[in-house]
């Protein structure tokens, strides 16, 4: 094996970093040296150039729209740019392996991996893989899947069922860090609203209308997104964040029920807590469906209760919220029968062969 160097992509949203943010510390802790190429501008620019010990390097990167845009237009030269990027990059560092969470991009680092003959590894949280990832699997030795229903969508040959990797410091949260946070108290249950990296102003605006009411039996942790805090709503029992990292271990502490959007990561990660969920998954029209699929996989399981995003109104979002309080206590007994796999240790694994067999 070449000098212990690998490289994590993957970016975009929150979701396209957590699984990388899980496994990058146990690769620093046995002495890898590690770098990270990612979009100049992503959430995952930020969450990366935090940790100590990792050498962060932005890449131009196309979106690869579904839809017509002008921008279609200028992405292919966008993307031909970055891999040509990632390329100098990995010519340089010489890594024993890559490792891809997906987003747009990783497409471009996948290119220049097998232009470099340098074994890549692909992580596939959502039930469905993603555009970004159908177009990098054919670049990439192995696909790990967090479903198992997912391999009948990937090569026989590459794919591996592998399970959730979930972050272990979110089982260290303290309880009592979380109520001084916020100021709450054990008088009322704790609901945690989170809309997904950047946010959603249609859930923003149903919690803000229906504080009154909901708060005569919640105390509330709302996660909005960036640029979304309203000071007008500040009040006893409802606290604001645009987006947490440190905190939400503690957060997670005393939080008793969560709404929130559908991506793989972050349910997974609710379920490994036994926190019950109203799942709000993004609408078809704003994507390509797969949280509508991962929300439908948790509600059939008896892990959550999903409102669609079309039928979100104030009115049903107190009542589903109603509704899950209600029963929190059967959706526990459910999750309780969840054993999380070792699935960190096995990506690991499968990341550290493919770097021998380089």
Partial sequence: MKDKQIIFTGGGTAGHVMVNLAIIPEFLNEGWSIDYIGSKDGIEKELIESIEGVTYHPI?????????????????????????????IIGKKKPAVIFSKGGFVSVPVLVAARLKGVPAVIHESDYTPGLANKLAIPFAKKVLATFPETLKYLPEEKAEWIGAVVREELFTGIRERGFQLTGFN??????????????SQKINQAIREGLEQLLQDFQIVHICGKDNIDEQYTQPGYVQYEYVQEELKDLLAITDIVSSRAGANAIFEFLALNKPMLLIPLSR????????????????????????????????LIEALQKLRKEKLAIKDRMNNYRSSEAKEKVIDIIKKQAEND
Avoid: C
């Fill in 60 to 88: 131009s990167t196309g979106k690869l729209r579904r839809y017509f845009s002008k921008e279609n237009f200028k992405d292919p030269f966008k993307v031909l740019k970055g891999t040509w990027q990632a390329h100098r």
């Fill in 186 to 199: 054990g008088s009322k249950n704790v609901l945690l609203i989170m809309g997904g990296s950047a946010g």
């Fill in 285 to 316: 029209n704003a994507s390509r469906g797969d949280q509508i699929v991962n929300a439908e996989s948790f509600k059939k399981q008896g892990y959550a209760h999903v409102l669609e995003e079309e039928q979100l109104t104030t009115d049903s």
